[in-house]
Each structure stands twice: as structure tokens, then as C-alpha cells.
């Protein structure tokens, strides 16, 4: 098993920054790909960011360039730094990791953190 636990969601303005943050606590598994996701009301979820244990980085089209995710493999954690918010960013934002157990592979969610950018 593998539990995500997120923080650093908040209020702000137009052009301000926010950082997030997630712990992955993984017994037995091992993480291959630590990232973030979100959705905002009425909208499908969403990538943001993800990394991989390589370190190859993929973003989504509407936060490339303002967004920057950092991994630290050996405490599991993953850090999504959000720069120039604009009030399209406002969402929940998930913590998502893909842990590998015995040659399967295993998604798991954290249980998201409210980002509300105001105009």
C-alpha cells in the first residue's frame, strides 16, 4: 500500500505563487512515477506534472513554463512549485503516484489539496 498525503494548497491572487508538497509513505512497494493531477468543478481530471525515478519530467500544455515539479527519491516526496497563477489553475489539486509491486504496476491518489486563484 501506499498513502499520499498532501499540503500547501491555499488562497491566492492572480500572479502569485504557491508551492505544494506530498509524502509517500510505501512499505513493500517501489515508486516509479510521483506527479500531480487536478480537477477543477465541473472538469475532467487533469495532468499538471509528473516525474519519474529517471527524473524525466512531463507537464500539461496550460503549465508549462509556470510550474515546476522536484522529486526527492529518497524520501518519496514530490514538490510542485506554481508560479504566474492565473484563476484557470483554481482546482484540487492531486497528489498521484505509480508504485510497482511483483511486476504490476498500482495508482494511487492522494486526497487533494484546494488551490483557489483570485482575479
Known amino acids: 500500500q501506499v498513502q499520499l498525503v498532501e499540503s500547501g494548497g491555499g488562497l491566492v491572487q492572480a500572479g502569485g505563487s504557491l508551492r505544494l508538497s506530498c509524502a509517500a509513505s510505501?512499505?513493500?512497494?517501489?515508486?516509479?512515477?510521483m506527479g500531480w493531477y487536478r480537477q477543477a468543478p465541473g472538469k475532467q481530471r487533469e495532468l499538471v506534472a509528473t516525474?519519474?525515478?529517471?527524473?524525466?519530467?512531463t507537464y500539461g500544455d496550460s503549465v508549462k513554463g509556470r510550474f515546476t515539479i522536484a522529486r526527492d527519491n529518497a524520501e518519496n516526496r514530490v514538490y510542485l512549485q506554481m508560479n504566474s497563477l492565473k484563476p484557470e489553475d483554481t482546482a484540487v489539486y492531486y497528489c498521484?503516484?505509480?508504485?510497482?509491486?511483483?511486476?504490476?504496476?498500482?495508482?494511487?491518489w492522494g486526497q487533494g489539496t484546494q488551490v483557489t486563484v483570485s482575479s
Open positions: 498521484y503516484a505509480r508504485a510497482m509491486w511483483r511486476g504490476f504496476a498500482y495508482a494511487y
Open positions: 510505501a512499505s513493500a512497494f517501489s515508486i516509479d512515477v
Open positions: 516525474e519519474n525515478s529517471g527524473g524525466s519530467t
